[in-house]
């Protein structure tokens, strides 16, 4: 039922997705007071405010989780097919560490400071991950939690149908 604790767990999962989304996840700082920030969608780079979209597969595959958290929320009276959708959110959050380790590592080396014809690399920007980068992780805790209290719930009615 709706009124459970993995409920409340997907629930609080799927509101940490989405405020990632909307926070800022990394800043590239480089020479020449170059600063980007990085976001899930696009890049902003700060004297200026132009916007990249190159890093948009890190909003996809968090929007991916979100709606699949929220579908998990309402899937209660197929708990095995509950708990199986919540291993797949927690792989999704996962690949998403994947992508942004992937794209902090390559901007690094392809974003040089702008005055530069030919960068060193003591020009190259480096990379600083924000505190919103840990909210993903902090929902894929959220959604152990609830997958262990699906499978608990499993357990439970099989142990009432034998008892029967």
Do not use: K
């Not at 999962?13 to 696009?42: H, K, P």
């Not at 968090?62 to 708990?79: D, I, Q």
């Not at 960068?119 to 991950?129: E, I, R, W």
Request: glycine share 4%; aromatic share 10%; charged share 10%.
């Amino acid at each position: 039922m709706l009124q459970r604790i993995q409920t409340v767990y997907m629930l609080l999962a799927v509101v940490f997705t989405v405020a990632c989304l909307c926070m800022q996840i990394g800043t590239f700082s480089g020479a020449d007071q170059l600063e980007v920030r990085e976001f899930n969608l696009w890049l902003t780079a700060q004297p200026g405010g132009v916007r990249q979209f190159t890093v948009w597969p890190l909003f996809a595959v968090l929007v991916l989780s979100a709606s699949v958290g929220t579908c998990t929320v309402f899937l209660y009276r197929n708990r095995r097919l509950q708990a199986r959708i919540c291993a797949f959110n927690m792989l999704l959050i996962l690949g998403w560490y994947i992508l942004y380790a992937v794209f902090s590592q390559t901007l690094v080396s392809i974003v040089p400071a702008p005055s530069t014809l030919h960068p060193s690399p003591s020009t190259f920007t480096t990379f600083t991950p924000s505190l919103a980068a840990s909210v993903p992780c902090e929902a894929t805790i959220l959604a152990v939690l609830a997958r262990r209290a699906i499978i608990a719930d499993e357990r439970l009615v099989l142990a009432a149908d034998r008892i029967r």
